[in-house]
């Protein structure tokens, strides 16, 4: 079984910076596209960016073009999501999340880690 442990998140200010990473299990990671996703309260969850297995394909919702990059290094099993220029309406619980093998980027999406926070203050 896939297993996904996500860590990064914390209490911020408006303006800065912070990268979330993504730790996945197995060794087919190369094969799997990945994603964030993320749920902001009282709202439904909704995908943030994606990356295909070789990270030659990324997708990014508008809110957070220009300010996230999400990228990968799979020798280390590991998808980021590097947040620039942080805005007060990104605070959310952000989830990682990766398909199955051979999958496109737009999903299906079968795997997901436990959500870590990010909170921005103005």
């Known amino acids: 079984q896939v297993q996904l442990v996500e860590s990064g998140g914390g209490l911020v200010q408006a303006g800065v910076s912070l990268r979330l990473s993504c730790a996945a299990s197995?060794?087919?990671?190369?094969?799997?596209?990945m994603g964030w996703f993320r749920q902001a309260p009282g709202k439904e969850r909704e995908f943030v960016a994606g990356?295909?297995?070789?990270?030659?394909?990324?997708y990014y919702t508008d809110s957070v073009k220009g300010r996230f990059t999400i990228s990968r290094d799979n020798s280390k099993n590991t998808v980021y999501l590097q947040m620039n220029s942080l805005k007060p309406e990104d605070t959310a619980v952000y989830f990682c999340?990766?398909?199955?093998?051979?999958?496109?980027?737009?999903?299906?999406?079968?795997?997901w880690g436990q959500g870590t926070q990010v909170t921005v203050s103005s």
């Open positions: 999340a990766a398909t199955r093998a051979f999958s496109s980027v737009s999903g299906p999406y079968t795997y």
């Open positions: 197995g060794r087919t990671f190369s094969n799997c596209a």
């Open positions: 990356i295909s297995g070789s990270g030659t394909t990324t």
